[in-house]
């Protein structure tokens, strides 16, 4: 599609040739991240999220002598069944507890089964060798520190570095394949099977603080991977033994005189239940941003956007646990997803509602939508020429078309709404340096530096991907998640606000706070949540977590046991 070469700028709209099919080179539209709405692993958009109120449940804790029977006992009641969720329950069961997963919904996955799948794990996986690249858990931890900080937790974050090519074996004896191939191209998420993709490690500053390596790690699917992730960890998890207990909704702890979390209250089909841990219960139950009071008292700054989500985190396992006095950590942290491009922002600019640049394009795009979201004036807008435009094939468009497109800036600026000329100074210093191949302001790598020429077309998040055939991401063209959560040991214990851990009660995934500091790499989500799920696993059915975590690989293929009646 050619950009308009006549002498006004306007507003480009897409003949039925323009718009490719649905499973043509387009994400579907679901949601855990519009593309990404990214972010995690990528997600994608659950439909009418966005404004959607939830008023938060009562979570009184009830007295373990008030209880005049249970319903069922285990050894280790997990609360929610999504990455997280599967690997405690999988490494529980394995380390020969009786263990019970109660979900909310009428199956297992949640968010993480709608999510792009990406993993971020490192420290010199097969893959990366297979790729040509050498990496060590020391660089993992400099670029990741860097990254998802400032105030990562780095204590988290050295043992997740230092165990990640042992997690990525974890996830082969699961059942889970990896193709031995490199996507080399900026993208939220790959339409191919290969198993590798850079996420912001090449791009300064990061280059600079560690050796370069792509740790974005994929299983052999394309587009959307979680699916398959939650596929396989939930065989895995009742091939180990956990049984499950679905359409039960947690309500509150079951709390015994000293205190020990001993058990959950429930209500499943209409009916109350209760549910007793005699080892410990681990809460697995995602993060917060579909509960609209939670976000105004924590992060504001996500209301009104879309919501990376299956429709179901709301923070009800968060809520439980600090009715008994649990602490928190990170609460107002969040993923944000911008619905820019990275193949078309990096071969143009990413520009202010002034007209402005303001980061180089060629980062993880999370890092980009955060700084624009939480720093910049909106509304944001990538900029590009017809030679940047058409030079990203066709397939890895996601259906992007321009919003306005112009043969002057100055048209096109008037048409944007920015300050006269500030556009115009934007591309002229943009391009002055790009003749000779650098970029002293912001320092994006040289591969991608050209100037600028006409004709301009403006690219409007606002629109989303999918153009007008699925809007994934339409609305105020961002969406993200909510990555604070309950203060954890590393081994899962959650602690209260005193620093002591709560007797019986562990956490992991979205429902804890993990390595993450203020910011976020796709991948590392999912990765972490399994990571500490499974150690939260093992923890609370009462095994040592002190060293590397190991489990014996998955015998032929695995199929899930049907889920347990009341």
Not at 489 to 515: E, H, K
Not at 531 to 545: E, I, S
Request: with cysteine; proline share 7%; aromatic share 8%.
């Amino acid at each position: 599609m050619a950009l308009s070469h006549d002498s006004t700028a306007r507003e480009v709209t897409a003949g039925p040739g323009d718009l490719p099919a649905t499973g043509q080179g387009v994400p579907p539209t679901a949601e855990r991240a519009a593309p990404p709405t990214p972010g995690q692993g990528v997600p994608a958009p659950a439909a009418g999220k966005a404004g959607t109120a939830s008023l938060s449940r009562p979570v009184t804790p009830v007295p373990a002598s008030s209880v005049a029977r249970y319903d069922a006992e285990t050894d280790v009641l997990v609360v929610g069944f999504g990455c997280a969720g599967a690997a405690a329950a999988f490494e529980a069961a394995s380390a020969g507890a009786d263990v019970l997963v109660l979900e909310r919904a009428g199956g297992p996955g949640g968010s993480s089964a709608l999510s792009g799948g990406e993993l971020y794990l490192g420290g010199g996986t097969p893959v990366q060798t297979a790729c040509g690249f050498q990496d060590t858990a020391d660089d993992m931890f400099a670029y990741l520190k860097a990254a998802l900080g400032p105030h990562a937790d780095e204590e988290k974050l050295r043992v997740y570095c230092d165990g990640s090519a042992g997690h990525f074996q974890w996830f082969v004896d699961r059942g889970l394949t990896f193709q031995e191939s490199m996507w080399d191209a900026p993208t939220w998420m790959p339409l191919s099977k290969d198993g590798l993709m850079w996420l912001g490690e090449n791009a300064w500053p990061y280059n600079t603080v560690a050796r370069p390596a792509p740790r974005g790690h994929r299983c052999a699917t394309e587009s959307y991977g979680g699916w398959l992730i939650m596929e396989k960890l939930v065989a895995a998890a009742g091939a180990a033994g956990a049984l499950t207990h679905t359409d039960t909704l947690a309500t509150a702890l079951i709390v015994d005189d000293d205190g020990r979390v001993v058990g959950v209250t429930a209500r499943q089909y209409g009916e109350e239940r209760a549910y007793r841990a005699r080892k410990g219960v681990v809460l697995t139950t995602g993060g917060f941003v579909d509960n609209e009071e939670m976000l105004a008292d924590h992060a504001p700054h996500l209301i009104g956007h879309g919501k990376v989500s299956d429709g179901l985190d709301d923070g009800s396992g968060i809520r439980m646990a600090t009715a008994i006095g649990a602490a928190t950590r990170r609460m107002s942290v969040t993923e944000v997803a911008l619905t820019a491009l990275p193949a078309m922002a990096v071969r143009g600019m990413l520009v202010n509602g002034h007209g402005q640049r303001f980061i180089n394009e060629d980062v993880y795009p999370g890092l980009y939508s955060v700084a624009a979201v939480l720093t910049q004036p909106g509304p944001y807008w990538v900029i590009v020429d017809e030679e940047g435009y058409e030079d990203v094939p066709e397939a890895d468009r996601w259906g992007v078309l321009p919003r306005f497109a112009g043969e002057t800036l100055a048209e096109l600026e008037a048409e944007l709404g920015m300050p006269a000329g500030a556009l115009e100074s934007s591309v002229a210093t943009y391009n002055r340096y790009a003749e000779e191949g650098r970029d002293p302001h912001f320092h994006k790598d040289a591969r991608w530096l050209r100037p600028l020429k006409a004709p301009f077309a403006a690219i409007d998040p606002r629109l989303g991907f999918n153009g007008e055939g699925g809007k994934t991401g339409a609305g105020t063209g961002a969406s993200g998640f909510t990555l604070g959560g309950l203060r954890t040991t590393v081994d899962g214990a959650v602690l209260d606000v005193s620093g002591t851990p709560v007797a019986g009660l562990f956490a992991a995934g979205r429902a804890a706070s993990g390595i993450h500091g203020e910011g976020y790499i796709s991948g590392t989500s999912l990765g972490d949540g399994t990571f500490f799920g499974r150690r939260a696993g093992v923890a609370a059915a009462g095994g040592p977590v002190s060293g590397p975590l190991t489990a014996p690989p998955a015998e032929g293929p695995l199929t899930a046991p049907p889920a347990e009646g009341p």
